[in-house]
Each structure stands twice: as structure tokens, then as C-alpha cells.
């Protein structure tokens, strides 16, 4: 059997306006509401409204036959309330169909795990809270901010909070010879770790409109044989867990309508359900679905779902994203200390892991996603906007 494991992430950050050494100590707020409003509103237009009602009809067609999993980050939970109150209430409407996993994540999508444990475990706790209030949901699946995993992150996550089951990416270098199809444990055997088929996965979130690509159309069809084929290297009946890991917006916003995603997506379940070795699960279905013992798998550095290289290197590769990444955090403390809730929550939003990403100096392939993702019109600006706002934060502690 293929456990078909459709998993989404749902994240808005907190942009920087253009703000500038001058506005240091000026009392102004560093966000820019105008342009996160816009933002939030396009989406929720080409992505999250209509792709949440597609979503539900395909849950009412199918009578709980299609499951799908998503993990909303606080920034964008806030944002839906304060400009678009309708993508929230959509998402609950999912919720109460009980066949939405909600997965836990870190509140502000951070890299706090990296650099601050405390206030890592702040922010998983933040997170767990608001999506039982939002949406009746208590998450026992876990994905750190981008997949980012190491070994250690496992041992915390189950000895702290509880958590039975972590997402990350199925990276070559550290599977080698393993499938990405298989249920694993994590390197203390404690949770279960389902990782990333990232060449399907990919599939449809990065190449599904590229006329240059050689499989170009994706069809249904074809998509669905792919899955059936796979079944193939399994022998002895173990269950297999194909985990389709992507961006919410790969609906509408980062594949337009025109391209037929949505289409594609409402074609998919019934072609897949009509084959009798596929179905739809959670992530947290492997606790019961794992027909076997799991293997043990090490990851003894840290890996992410970003950029070919697969690791950190989205957020810490230049002089730039250290120092700020650094400064941060070092004020981060000062400021927790002080005790002013409203200086911790823009800390919090500046914590934000999009920010440090937008200082990427990548080239190439990276360096176009990194450009599509930013806001401003170079590494070096979103640099200067950032460091400023840190440097007021520290002035009004």
C-alpha cells in the first residue's frame, strides 16, 4: 500500500518597510502594514480561498477518503485576522470536516532552534496553543521552520512537548542507498520521521508550469502511474509513505490558474483512490500504518528543504546573513530580559527566518527563487532595513 501524504505550509512573514538609519529612535513602527495588507489580500484572491474551497469539496466528494495536512504559522494566523478574516474562517471550515492534520511548527517561523532553545521551545509552545484555539486541533506531527532537522531536534521536541511524529526533507547524502518511501525513527528511536520525496513533490510545486521541462504537461494520468510504479520496489508488503511536501501557494500564486493547477488538483484523488494500492493519510498515520519496524536513520548536520543544497545555506552562507543572524539574537536576549511584551513581539516578528533569507547572494537557479520571494530590490537593502529596525529595537529596550 502507498500512503499518499499530502502536507502544506501556510506562512506569511512580517515585511521591513524601507527603513532607514534616520528612522532609528523615531518611535515609528519598522513593518510595513501597507504592503503585507496587499500581499495578504492577492493571495488569499489567487491561493487560499480558492484553494481552501477546493479542498473541501474534495473532502465532501470523497466522504473522508481524501486527507491532507497543513501547518499555518502564527504570523500568517494573525495576518488572516487582520486582513482577511475569510481565509481564516475557510480553514476552520476544513478543521470541522475532521480530515485536516494540523502540524506544529515554530509560532514566528524561526530559526530560534539554531540559535536559542528557550526560545525555540517559547515558540513551538505559542504555536501548539494557537492552533488548538484557532482550530480545535492538537498537533502530535512536528515540522521545524523549512524542515530544518538534526538529530538533537527530535530528542527535544519528544522530551519537551510530547510530540510522536517530525517531517524534514529525504536529502540524498543522508539516505544514500534508503527510499524516502519508508517510515523511519530518528536516531534515539522516539518519533516517527517521515521525510520528503522531493523529485514529485517538486513536480508539481516547481516544474508543474515549466514548458521546458522534458516531462511537460503533468497530467493526471501520468502523475498517478508514477505513484503506481513505485509500489514496485517493494517486495514484501510494507506500507509505503509518499510525503508530497510544498508551499500552500503553489496553488494559485506560485502556479497560476492559468496553468491548470487547480484542475490538476481536482482531478488527482479520484484517479489515485481509483487504484487499489493508494490512499490519502496524515503524517500522524504512520504511528498505526508502519506495518514494520522502522530503521533508525542519523542526521548529524543539519538539513533543510531549501535551495539544491538542501541545508542552511538559504539563511547562513554570506558575512551579512551572520552578522544579523548573530546581532539578533544577542538583542533578542537583552530584550526578553527587559520584559516588555510589545518589544517581544516585534523581536518575535523579526525572528521571522524570511528575513535572513532575503539576504541571500545566491546565484543562479537559488538566486531567482530567493529574488521571486523578496521585497526589496537587492540582498544588500533587505540587510540595511533589517540591522536598522534591530538597532531600534535595542534603543527602545
Known amino acids: 500500500m502507498i500512503d499518499l501524504i499530502f502536507y502544506?505550509?501556510?506562512?506569511?512573514?512580517?515585511?521591513?518597510?524601507?527603513?532607514?538609519?534616520?528612522?532609528?529612535?523615531?518611535?515609528?513602527?519598522?513593518?510595513?502594514?501597507?504592503?503585507?495588507?496587499?500581499i495578504m489580500l492577492k493571495v488569499a484572491q489567487k491561493c487560499y480561498l480558492p484553494t481552501n474551497k477546493l479542498m473541501l469539496e474534495l473532502i465532501d466528494r470523497y466522504e473522508g477518503k481524501f486527507k491532507i495536512a497543513y501547518s499555518i504559522t502564527g504570523t500568517a494566523i494573525e495576518q488572516f485576522k487582520k486582513y482577511c478574516p475569510?481565509?481564516?474562517?475557510?480553514?476552520?471550515?476544513?478543521?470541522?470536516?475532521?480530515?485536516?492534520?494540523?502540524?506544529?511548527?515554530?509560532?514566528?517561523?524561526?530559526?530560534?532552534?539554531?540559535?536559542?532553545?528557550?526560545?525555540?521551545?517559547?515558540?513551538?509552545?505559542?504555536?501548539?496553543?494557537?492552533?488548538?484555539?484557532e482550530f480545535g486541533f492538537s498537533p502530535v506531527t512536528f515540522r521545524n521552520t523549512e524542515l530544518i532537522y538534526q538529530n538533537f531536534l527530535s530528542d527535544l521536541i519528544w522530551e519537551e512537548e510530547g510530540y510522536k511524529v517530525i517531517l524534514t526533507e529525504g536529502v540524498d547524502r543522508i539516505l544514500d542507498w534508503r527510499s524516502p518511501l519508508y517510515a523511519y525513527k530518528d536516531f534515539s528511536r522516539n518519533l516517527f520521521?517521515?521525510?520528503?520525496?522531493?523529485?514529485?513533490?517538486?513536480?508539481?510545486?516547481?516544474?508543474?508550469?515549466?514548458?521546458?521541462?522534458?516531462?511537460?504537461?503533468?497530467?493526471?494520468?501520468?502523475?498517478?502511474?508514477?505513484?503506481?510504479?513505485?509500489?514496485?520496489?517493494?517486495?514484501?508488503?510494507?506500507?509505503?509513505?509518499?510525503?508530497?511536501?510544498?508551499?500552500?501557494?503553489?496553488?494559485?500564486?506560485?502556479?497560476?490558474?492559468?496553468?491548470g493547477i487547480f484542475e490538476f488538483m481536482h482531478q488527482l484523488p479520484g484517479k489515485a483512490l481509483k487504484s487499489k494500492q493508494i490512499e490519502f493519510s496524515w503524517p500522524s498515520d504512520v504511528i498505526q500504518k508502519a506495518n514494520y519496524q522502522p530503521e533508525?536513520?542519523?542526521?548529524?548536520?543539519?538539513?533543510?528543504?531549501?535551495?539544491?543544497?538542501?541545508?542552511?545555506?538559504?539563511?547562513?552562507?554570506?558575512?551579512?546573513?551572520?552578522?544579523?543572524?548573530?546581532?539578533?539574537?544577542?538583542?533578542?536576549?537583552?530584550?526578553?530580559?527587559?520584559g516588555d511584551p510589545g518589544l517581544i513581539e516585534t523581536a518575535r516578528k523579526l525572528s521571522t527566518s524570511d528575513h535572513f533569507y532575503y539576504m541571500s547572494t545566491k546565484y543562479f537557479q537559488d538566486g531567482d527563487v530567493h529574488k521571486y520571494f523578496s521585497p526589496y530590490g537587492s540582498p544588500e537593502q533587505g540587510y540595511r532595513n533589517f540591522m536598522n529596525a534591530v538597532?531600534?529595537?535595542e534603543e527602545r529596550i
Open 8 to 38: 502544506f505550509q501556510v506562512h506569511q512573514p512580517y515585511r521591513i518597510r524601507n527603513f532607514s538609519v534616520l528612522d532609528i529612535g523615531k518611535g515609528k513602527d519598522c513593518f510595513d502594514d501597507d504592503l503585507n495588507r496587499e
Open 86 to 133: 475569510e481565509v481564516l474562517y475557510s480553514f476552520r471550515d476544513l478543521a470541522k470536516t475532521n480530515c485536516v492534520e494540523f502540524i506544529g511548527e515554530t509560532y514566528y517561523h524561526s530559526l530560534s532552534f539554531l540559535y536559542d532553545r528557550e526560545e525555540f521551545l517559547d515558540q513551538v509552545r505559542m504555536h501548539r496553543e494557537a492552533v488548538k484555539n
Open 193 to 259: 520521521l517521515l521525510l520528503k520525496f522531493y523529485s514529485l513533490s517538486d513536480d508539481i510545486a516547481f516544474r508543474f508550469s515549466n514548458k521546458g521541462w522534458v516531462e511537460y504537461p503533468l497530467t493526471v494520468d501520468k502523475f498517478v502511474k508514477w505513484i503506481n510504479d513505485l509500489h514496485l520496489i517493494e517486495k514484501g508488503g510494507k506500507n509505503l509513505f509518499l510525503n508530497l511536501f510544498m508551499d500552500y501557494e503553489t496553488f494559485g500564486e506560485h502556479q497560476w490558474e492559468e496553468t
Open 296 to 338: 533508525s536513520i542519523s542526521f548529524p548536520e543539519p538539513v533543510s528543504w531549501a535551495d539544491m543544497e538542501r541545508d542552511l545555506s538559504a539563511w547562513r552562507e554570506n558575512d551579512m546573513q551572520y552578522n544579523a543572524l548573530e546581532t539578533f539574537y544577542e538583542i533578542l536576549k537583552k530584550v526578553k530580559s527587559a
Open 391 to 393: 538597532t531600534d529595537l
